[in-house]
Structures are given as C-alpha cells and as structure tokens.
C-alpha cells in the first residue's frame, strides 16, 4: 500500500510515512502532546535543565524521584 501510494504521489515511502505522522500528529488534542509535559520542567529550578534535560523528562514523566546520572 505504501509503495503504490509513494508511486502515485511521486515520492519516498519514507516521505508518506513522515506525512502521516505529521497529520496524525496536528490533529492530537493538545493535551495528549507529550512535549506540553516538558513546560512545567521550567519552573522546576534545576539549573542544569538544558544540558540533563532528558534525566530530567524521564524522571517527570515515569514519577521517580530519583534517576541515576548516566552522563
């Protein structure tokens, strides 16, 4: 399906597939984004959010406490 979609419009399948995900994307409430979650690691103060942000979003997301430093 993908490969005669590609063919017809012209392009990739990985182009379909990045369409796709894009519309499918746009169209989530924006209360189901998973990076609206990312806004309140702002008023957090950690000082070094930017370079940990991942250790950081983890732990918010998952509820732990603690996560081990794995930089």
Avoid: F, Q
Wanted: without cysteine; proline residues 3%.
């Amino acid at each position: 399906m993908l490969d005669a979609l590609a063919h017809k419009k012209g392009v990739a399948r990985s182009e379909i597939i990045r369409l796709s995900l894009d519309r499918y994307l746009s169209e989530l409430p924006i209360e189901d984004d998973p990076a609206m979650n990312l806004i309140s690691l702002g008023k957090s103060g950690k000082t070094d959010l930017a370079e940990k942000h991942d250790k950081y979003y983890i732990r918010h997301i998952s509820g732990n406490k603690k996560i081990k430093d794995g930089s």
